[in-house]
């Protein structure tokens, strides 16, 4: 009997012992990206396992410890082992593409740039500290645009215009002006008729291989940076066939049938691309004749449909000499807002602002997007390369912004009943923008210590707005309904046109000399010839009606219309010309004391000369304009090697701002026409801003997809340039930019990957703070004891954040896939806190903008032939923008439409921009 006991507990002992036996491992490819869904088996069984998103697999209760594992992906060729198993067994593959192998031929071999994989050892071997974004992750977001792409990456948050596009990103707090952008690694000109920064989402996130942030310069990079440089990879071509091609339909929820809001459209084909004084002879004075009427009369539409199309196509030929590739995309988007804006005064008795009008204004733009780019590349033998890069990025924006204004002094509005005196006013604008780019570059090995790479680039970016119109009429509202509309006739009726370009040439040299144990020298050198053009026409217009409507308003082309300016105003400042010569040179050295430790440092030297002519300068103003100056830039980087998977870094480098060219021309442009609401002008007056930036990160790689990072950076920064309300002699507030003293930036930053079988998550967090220390006005009595008293401004240092800086930023992505249902899921969230806005001119009186979460959702249903149908969605919240003074709401004001209670922030403005849908499939070949 204990014998037979004895032998029962051996025998399910032993069966125990087996079923607890476990083969784990992973498969990846050649370049180590984990082969998520490839399948793995005990040969002869059924008993096998999936890889999950961390890009490993586990077999459980095998019985054999002698046996065959095969692994297999579709596209790979299946690769079997014999194990034996014993207890916890690891057991990794390395699968090869099953492709016909070629011939021997002298070709270097080169990494795929667009795979997680790929990301993350760039991230981990690079010198300098370094965020990668790669088009695996970007193909399974929600973004449509390099925008939405960039406020993925730790530290970065976007800027968003009127009609809730993302555009401008800003790094580390640090507003859009201390970034730049490089198409490919050479750096490209902006469109933007104010600005160095290129606005990007213009470029459809689909033509991208990936997208590099560098947050810390090198002597070798151009040294006009302080929050980042942000590098766009693009498609390259494959080593076989590849083709790609994909399609989508969707809708802005906010503009609905039911319970939307209409959107605005015009026929833009009507519009005269060319003002009347350049169609005709020098001189010439335009009539009435000369301009269109039809194409600016909106019309109302509902449930407007968005649309995407993109396609790609590469190969090699030649024996993998010759690489080809060509993509392209186009986009039709309906964006738009449901926007509340308050104008508010200054009292200068209390010291504290006031409501003086209130405007509701519905946007509604119509945004057209295409990109196409190709590449060329050539081996001649594993010593010399080259490649000619081309591309043509296009955005038209068709805009149509109502407004509706109300005057709220002296109880001429009562927000209950909706009664008081309005002014409406009709903006209708097209805005076409366009970056050319083409790109000569070659590598050469020309000693076996010697290598040399160059770069030659022209780049034009341009940006076109013809016929920009602003319809003035003034009515009495009654009960909410229009009563008496009356055609403006105080100078509220113009037509204008603008275009500017900015014309690149430049060229680049970079000699790496391989000095063995001594480490390596890099030399060379930049040059870049910048002109820029700019043109504003603006023609005045008066009306010859005198009668009103009642209950109804005036449409433009019911007007009779008489010509004010029949020259058209061509002595504005805004015509001018303008140019920039930037030589650099540097010396970079890179040395290794140790196998474990890499120091990288050097200097950059930039030569700076910048000016503008005005073509027909306004009298007693001088024509011409600009400054030169020369810039040492150090920067030092050192790398620490704690093991194979984690570094610790160090870096410090020195940067230049250099002002836009259109803000140190003295231009002044009116409220009506400006994004702001408020007068612009120039400022000649403005200098360059030098940041010295420190930046400590702690990597970790536990895996091929899997990170976390954990650094630290601090930025000090003198003459810093934002953008500031003054009061001119007049007492008229404007907005201008100027250099504000100094200011300190710092942070920690947090940015982690992890990936368990099915599930993943991707997230980060920035905290930020900085400081700058600004002149502010305060009204003061000259007798503090006597209330009667003149009331006198004086000014007050005020010490604030950065304007657009953010103390919290966050992003979290919860990520699901299921191989064998083909399914992929995922949840992004942003979070942006509260952040100054617009800097104005009195003290504690900035506005703010608040917190915001915006949640977005992305599906993709696979099938084994290549096919997959996709879901986006983004704002999913329809989570508003809100701008706020930090002053306490009374009594009436909280009676005003979005107000809140009593006690509550004074809102100065509220938008919406609704909910926005994608469907679509794509094919890979």
Known sequence: MYKSLLLMIIFHLTTFLASAQVIKGTITDKNGEALIGASVVVEGTTNGAIVGLDGTYIIKGTNNSSLNLKASFVGFKTQIKSVTVSGETVVDFVLKEDHQELAEVEVRASRELDTDASARATEQHSPMVLNVVSASTIELSPDLNVADVMQRVSGVSLEQNNSGVGSFAIVRGMPKRYSYTLVNGVKIPSPDNKNRYVPLDMFPSELLDRVEVTKALTPSMEGDAVGGAMNLIMKNAKDRFSFKINASGGMNTLFLKDGGQPFLTYDQSLTNKIAPHDRAVEGYSATFNDFTTDNLVPKETYNPIDFNLGASVSNRFLDGKLGVVLAGSLQKLHRGSDTHVYDVGYNQITNLVDLETYEYRQYSSAMTRGGVHNKID???????????????????????????????????????????????????????????????????????????????????????????????????????????????????????????????????????????????????????????????????????????????????????????????????????????????????????????????????????????????????????????????????????????????????????????????????????????????????????????????????????????????????????????????????????????????????EIDATKYFRNFGIKANYTYTQSSITTTKILYVRDDPNDPSSNNKPVDVDQTRPLQGQSAHIGNVSLLYKNQKMGLDIQLANVFTGKRIDQVVRYYEKDFWQEARWQMDFSMEKHFDFGLTFFVKARNLLDTPLVLYVDQELNERQSKYPKQGNPGDPLKVRDERYGRNFQLGIKYKL
């Open 378 to 748: 050539y081996v001649f033998n594993n010593k010399h390369s080259i490649s000619l890069y081309n591309a043509l990025i296009y955005e038209r924006e068709d805009q149509v912004r109502e407004t509706v204004r109300y005057r709220l002094w002296d109880g001429e509005y009562d927000p209950e009943s909706q009664s008081g005196t309005a002014t409406f006013v009709t903006r209708i604008r097209t805005t076409e923008q366009k970056i050319q780019n083409s790109t000569l570059q070659g590598k050469h090995q020309i000693l076996p210590a010697w290598k040399l790479d160059w770069s030659a680039v022209y780049s034009l970016a341009t940006r076109n707005r013809p016929d920009q119109t602003i319809f003035t009429r003034n009515a009495a509202f009654v009960n909410g309904v229009p009563n008496q509309v009356r055609v403006e006739d105080f100078g509220s009726q113009y037509r204008i046109w603008e275009d500017n370009s900015d014309r690149d040439y430049s060229a680049y040299i970079n000699n790496t000399v391989d000095l063995d144990r001594f480490g390596e020298l890099k030399v060379g050198g930049m040059y870049r010839n910048k002109e820029r053009t700019n043109n504003y026409i603006r023609y005045n217009f008066k009306p010859l009606n005198n009668e009103t409507k009642t209950g109804e308003d005036w449409k433009y082309n019911e007007v009779d219309w008489s010509l004010s300016n029949p020259k058209g105003g061509r002595t504005n400042p805004l015509n001018y010309d303008a140019h920039e010569n930037i030589l650099a040179y540097y010396v970079e050295y890179k040395y290794e004391p140790s196998q474990r430790t890499e120091i990288v440092g050097g200097v950059r030297v930039e030569h700076t000369d910048q000016g503008y002519t005005l073509r027909h300068p306004p009298y007693e103003m001088d024509p011409e304009g600009g400054q030169e100056y020369v810039d040492y830039l150090p920067s030092l980087h050192f790398r620490y090697k704690l093991n194979e998977n984690s570094n610790l870094r160090a870096s410090y480098f020195r940067s230049v701002i250099r002002p836009g060219f259109f803000e140190i021309v003295p231009y002044s442009i009116g409220e009506e026409v400006t994004d702001t609401g408020i007068d612009e002008k120039g400022n000649p007056d403005l200098k360059r801003t030098i940041a010295d930036n420190i930046d400590l990160r702690y990597e970790v790689f536990p895996g091929v997809r899997d990170n976390l990072f954990i650094g630290l950076f601090y930025k000090n920064i003198q003459d810093p340039i934002e953008s500031g309300v003054k009061r001119d002699e007049r007492g008229r507030t404007y907005l201008q930019p100027d250099n504000f003293g100094s200011a300190v930036n710092y942070g920690l």
